[in-house]
């Protein structure tokens, strides 16, 4: 049986064998990258803010990179998404070229007040792609429960820069400006979250339904004790601009799994959700 892991390199040694003709490539492609791997600095409208950068070991700036940055939880921290491989996602990147960014909420949250937060990563692609070779067609965004948010706030303002987001039990509470343009959009929610309710996340889901002109459905979902997660792919979404839908049988967890398995199914999903583009 092929892994996960060996089905999305194949996926990506597809794309990487590609004319490079193909790709919006960065200004900062062919150039010496100007920031290094790990912690940087910015200011952004008057506030000092941090984030952590992490390009491969054989970083090649004559190759465009996927970008996908990581947005932490409530209370939780930049160093914490490190720590987890970017929601498991670096470790499945294996030699499909990325570059990893996680950013470093105020308060350790994602308040977004007068879209900070969105200008806070606006200026992070501004730096990173002048600084390193990025492909501008494969930018992605996730993030876990207020990163969630902060990943759907993305969606809604920045939907003509960003290919994809993937949400993981998140809700509107970033802040939504825009919302009206298609983006890809992979939804994940536990069937008994009692930080943000089920209904929350179907509601962002509902949104982009909507918007990506998919047919309106009511995916199945799993039964409380299954140990199960059923995934769902709207039927007739407007092409480039696909919906998927998780839900699992458990609470407010990031990277959960099924019953007797010891490993999230979390990690592959969205990998290979966004690997298609």
């Known amino acids: 049986m092929t892994s996960i892991a060996e089905r999305t390199s194949d996926i990506d040694q597809q794309h990487s064998h590609r004319d490079l003709a193909f790709y919006a490539s960065s200004s900062g492609c062919g150039t010496n990258p100007t920031l290094s791997n790990g912690l940087n600095y910015m200011d952004v409208n008057g506030q000092s803010r941090e984030y952590i950068i992490q390009a491969p070991d054989n970083y090649d700036a004559s190759t465009p990179h996927k970008l996908v940055i990581g947005y932490h939880w409530r209370d939780g921290t930049m160093n914490n998404v490190v720590e987890?491989?970017?929601?498991?996602?670096s470790y499945l990147a294996g030699?499909?070229?990325?570059?990893f960014i996680a950013p470093q909420g105020l308060g350790n949250g994602w308040a977004n007040n007068n879209g900070d937060d969105i200008a806070f990563t606006d200026q992070i692609l501004d730096a990173i792609e002048s600084s390193f070779c990025?492909?501008?067609?494969?930018?992605?965004?996730?993030?876990?429960s207020w990163g969630g948010g902060m990943s759907y706030s993305v969606a809604c303002s920045r939907a003509d820069v960003f290919r994809?987001?993937?949400?993981?039990?998140?809700?509107?509470?970033?802040?939504?400006?825009?919302?009206?343009l298609p983006i890809?959009?992979?939804?994940?929610?536990?069937?008994?979250?009692?930080?943000?309710?089920?209904e929350l996340g179907r509601t962002l889901r509902d949104h982009y339904v909507q918007v990506n002109?998919?047919?309106?459905?009511?995916?199945?979902?799993?039964?409380v004790g299954s140990g199960t997660h059923v995934v769902t792919d709207y039927t007739g979404c407007a092409e480039g601009y696909p919906v998927?839908?998780?839900?699992?049988?458990?609470?407010?967890e990031p990277l959960p799994s099924d019953g007797g398995s010891s490993d999230s199914f979390t990690p592959g999903l969205i990998w290979n959700f966004f690997s298609q583009f």
């Open 244 to 252: 998927q839908w998780v839900a699992f049988d458990g609470d407010h």
């Open 84 to 89: 987890n491989g970017f929601y498991g996602l």
């Open 213 to 223: 002109g998919c047919d309106a459905a009511t995916p199945r979902e799993p039964g």
């Open 164 to 180: 994809a987001v993937a949400v993981l039990s998140g809700a509107e509470i970033s802040g939504c400006d825009g919302g009206s």
């Open 134 to 144: 990025i492909d501008q067609d494969r930018r992605f965004a996730t993030g876990w």
């Open 95 to 99: 030699n499909a070229p990325t570059i």
């Open 184 to 198: 890809a959009y992979f939804g994940q929610h536990g069937i008994s979250d009692s930080v943000l309710g089920v």
